[in-house]
């Protein structure tokens, strides 16, 4: 026997078959959906007893709990109809059938003894499976296919708000409300930097020290303004100027290769050192030709790496001395230095070029300026010792005469720059006693000592016009020369005395025009 449908009040529901061996009761007029088998119904009929507390329950099927007037959900204590619709539909309520209403209360019965289990708002089914997409997990209907429910990987608000989908809608948040760890440009930012500290084997405190100047320097207007690249340059140069803070012997060179610009990367340098107020002190010699030599890995070529470092240093800083490194950097001339010291070594078994030694050892090029120069200060150097002969002295027989010229570094020194070898004093910048005009200056002197103040100034003599001259008359007077100068000019009184006449005889010529 067919139940009655609760809408349409037709003895209309029937049992049918979905699949997988599950029944459901279906009106065969309006085509409601009930979530209750068949042999469900004939046990809950038994229990009209529970008819008013399953009234009082509010988690029955959502067919139930809608007005069947307007459709719309009822609140606690409403069973078919809306306040509003209460009224309306009170009579047509009272001229039905009593038997309806009794079959519609068993079912309503039935549904709210159901096992409270999760099913498809949409066709009911209680098939519902767990799929995986990517990071989050979805609830779908087999049968239908509708997306019931998804979870994200995770619920917190800052990961959350920057996912693309959540309860399948585009959620993005604007720019005010974002957290500070949100910025695109911070993130890579950070990012930069442990990929330098990771790169170079930097120690924890100075990442975080240039972590925190990044993030002082990233709000600023002229930095957050700026695009993704140079807000990475600004990030690596926090990371330079924190390993300068902690004296380890680095330089520009190193960072060069992490930024896409070398030219922006010194200019965020100067904008990070300005806007924090930081005064980086020079770095020391000693401490870059230490970390310059063991770059070189030289360790495996069996020498005694000690020694070569002690020569090296004293190589610098004799070439410091001869103001050599002055306004340069330092590593190509200390792999200059590096070069002679193991030319010199018994691990080399032949002389090699420069250029091949950089080559083996994976070198960057020198300029050949400064080889140059470095060639030059040590072949006058060694043109002081007595036991050096002039024509052995070339650029190639350098390191033969290193030894030499770094025990004698003092008294070298004193005979290359300051005493000449005639005897004769003479500017630092003269390179022969005697010169002049034609003196050639020495580029290794300093700015200061190439253009040379005389020990006295020359005293200006200030030229006076004598009053008997009378600068107006164009003609020639007896008195515009006066007798000490023309005396001055004079040498032998027989001059004097043809000159005595000569005035004489102007003289009466004048005389002879007035009378």
Request: glycine share 4%; aromatic share 6%; proline share 5%.
């Amino acid at each position: 026997m067919p139940l009655k449908c609760q809408f349409c009040g037709e003895s209309s529901v029937v049992e049918e078959d979905v699949g997988d061996g599950r029944e459901q009761l279906i009106c065969v007029e309006c085509g409601t959906v009930a979530t209750s088998t068949a042999s469900q119904v004939e046990e809950v009929s038994s229990a009209t007893t529970l008819q008013e507390d399953s009234q009082q329950d509010t988690d029955g099927c959502d067919l139930l709990r809608l007005c069947q007037s307007c459709g719309d959900s009822l609140q606690p204590g409403e069973t078919y109809f809306c306040l509003e619709c209460k009224d309306l539909e009170e009579d047509p309520e009272k001229d039905a059938d009593p038997k309806v209403g009794n079959s519609s209360k068993a079912f309503e019965t039935q549904v709210h003894d159901l096992p409270r289990q999760k099913h498809c708002p949409s066709c009911g089914s209680l098939d519902l499976v767990t799929d995986s997409l990517g990071a989050e997990e979805q609830t779908v209907c087999r049968q239908c296919g509708q997306v019931i429910g998804g979870d994200t990987l995770t619920n917190d608000e800052p990961e959350q708000s920057l996912t693309r989908t959540i309860g399948n809608r585009a959620r993005t948040l604007p720019k005010y409300s974002r957290l500070p760890g949100e910025c695109y440009g911070y993130k890579m930012g950070m990012r930069k930097i442990m990929h330098v500290h990771h790169k170079l084997g930097l120690s924890g405190c100075i990442r975080e020290k240039a972590e925190s100047m990044f993030g002082q320097l990233f709000y600023l207007p002229f930095v957050i303004n700026k695009t993704v690249q140079s807000k990475e340059n600004i990030a690596t140069a926090c990371v330079y100027i924190a390993c300068r803070q902690d004296n380890l012997p680095v330089s520009m060179v190193h960072f060069v290769e992490y930024v896409d610009s070398s030219k922006h990367f010194f200019r965020a340098i100067k904008i990070a050192l300005s806007q924090l107020n930081i005064k980086l002190q020079n770095q020391a010699l000693g401490s870059q030709v230490s970390q310059t030599f063991h770059s070189v890995q030289l360790s495996r070529e069996n020498v005694d790496a000690t020694h070569m470092l002690h020569q090296v240093r004293d190589i610098m800083f004799l070439c410091r001395e001869a103001w050599l490194t002055s306004g340069r950097h330092y590593q190509p001339m200390i792999l200059v230095a590096i070069y002679y010291v193991y030319l010199k070594s018994e691990c080399c078994p032949r002389t090699i070029s420069l250029a091949k030694f950089c080559s083996q050892f994976k070198l960057p090029t020198i300029s050949k300026k400064i080889v140059s120069d470095f060639q030059k200060l040590f072949l006058r150097l060694a043109a002081h010792l007595p036991w050096a002969k002039p024509e052995q002295l070339k650029p190639s027989t350098i390191h033969l005469y290193i030894d030499d010229i770094l025990k004698y570094k003092k008294s070298l020194m004193h005979l290359a720059f300051e005493i000449p070898e005639a005897g004769k004093e003479c500017s630092p910048w003269e390179t022969e006693p005697g010169a002049q005009g034609s003196a050639q200056k020495d580029i290794l002197m300093p700015v200061s000592f190439k253009r040379a103040r005389l020990a006295k100034p020359m005293e200006k003599i200030e030229s006076t016009i004598p009053s008997h001259l009378d600068l107006d008359c164009p003609e020639i007077k007896p008195t515009d020369f006066s007798e000490e100068e023309i005396s001055s000019y004079l040498l032998s009184p027989e001059e004097y005395n043809s000159v005595k006449e000569a005035k004489e005889n102007v003289c009466q010529k004048q005389k002879r025009r007035l009378t």
